[in-house]
Structure formats: C-alpha cells, structure tokens
C-alpha cells in the first residue's frame, strides 16, 4: 500500500517561508510526476507547482518567482520552498505523485500566512 505523507506546514507571517516536503512510503515506483496542489477556503483545489523524473518544473502564475519544487527519487520525496509567502498563499497544500498506471494524494498540510 502507497502512503504520501506530508510536513512542514504552519504559520508564519507575511514575506517568510516555509518547506513542505511529501515522502511516499510503499510500493511505488518510476514515478514520472510529482505536483503540489493547494485549496483555500471556500475556493476548488488549484495546480501550484510539478517536476517530472526528469526535472523538468512547471510553476502556477500564482507562485513562479517564488515557490521552488524539487525532488529525491531515492527518497521519493517531493519539496516545495515557499518564499516571500503572502496571505493569499493560505491553503491546504497537498502533494501528489503518479506513475503511468496511478496517482497518489497526500493527506494535506495547512500553511497560514498571517498579515
């Protein structure tokens, strides 16, 4: 069984920073796709950020500048670094991971930038 499971969340105030990372645990492999995901109060979940095992990065409008998405494939690990955040960036992030024949969700992480 495939677990992702997600740290680094919190508070911080406004123009910090913040690094969530996802370790999957189990019996995946050749992942070809890892993202970060967020949903803020009252809004659908939004795309932020994906890196391919290649490490080709795609970033949000929302974020490019500011997020930076990374990864350990030994670890099957996936990173966000989350700078200069705003109180707009408050959301559940959640990361995820896909091989050909499924994706994985983890189970979020709360970060609240506070103004």
């Known amino acids: 069984q495939v677990q992702l499971v997600e740290s680094g969340g919190g508070l911080v105030q406004a123009g910090g920073s913040l690094r969530l990372s996802c370790a999957a645990s189990g019996s995946i492999f050749s992942i070809n796709f890892m993202g970060w995901y967020r949903q803020a109060p009252g809004k659908q979940r939004e795309w932020v950020a994906s890196i391919t095992s290649g490490g080709t990065t795609n970033y949000a409008d929302s974020v490019k500048g500011r997020f930076t998405i990374s990864r350990d494939n030994a670890k099957k690990t996936v990173y966000l670094e989350m700078n200069s955040l705003k109180p707009e960036d408050t959301a559940v992030y959640y990361c995820?991971?896909?091989?050909?024949?499924?994706?994985?969700w983890g189970q979020g992480t709360q970060v609240t930038v506070s103004s």
């Open positions: 995820n991971m896909g091989t050909i024949a499924i994706s994985y």
